[in-house]
């Protein structure tokens, strides 16, 4: 599976961006989605996950400022970022748990994306 996000770039305090991301290949089926952030000189961390429209889970930080989202029949996930804040800014990895063709489920990682939030 190979994942390719997009979407990131430089953006002012309380701006909005949208990144998304799509995995292509031979597998099964996808069954969680999500993105991850490094900020500089921190450790990765979950920013939001989805499963489906009713199973979603974000970071404290994050909490109705961003929405995750996600197209089945594209099979891609998407991050709607609100209100964007000086902390925001890192790399953002796209992230996605998916079962195999031999059903081996395995978890794969995008290269990252990166979003800066400076005025």
């Known amino acids: 599976v190979q994942l390719q996000a997009s979407g990131g770039g430089l953006v002012q305090p309380g701006g909005s961006l949208r990144l998304s991301c799509a995995a292509s290949?031979?597998?099964?089926?996808?069954?969680?989605m999500g993105w991850y952030r490094q900020a500089p000189g921190k450790q990765r961390e979950l920013v939001a996950s989805?499963?489906?429209?009713?199973?979603?889970n974000y970071a404290d930080s994050v909490k109705g400022r961003f929405t995750i989202s996600r197209d089945n029949a594209k099979n891609t996930v998407y991050l709607q970022m609100n209100s964007l804040k000086l902390e925001d800014t890192g790399v953002y990895f796209c992230?996605?748990?998916?079962?195999?063709?031999?059903?081996?489920?395995?978890?794969?990682w995008g290269k990252g994306t990166l979003v800066t939030v400076s005025s």
């Open positions: 989805i499963i489906n429209a009713r199973s979603t």
């Open positions: 290949g031979s597998f099964f089926r996808i069954n969680v």
């Open positions: 992230n996605a748990e998916a079962i195999g063709l031999t059903s081996v489920t395995m978890n794969y």
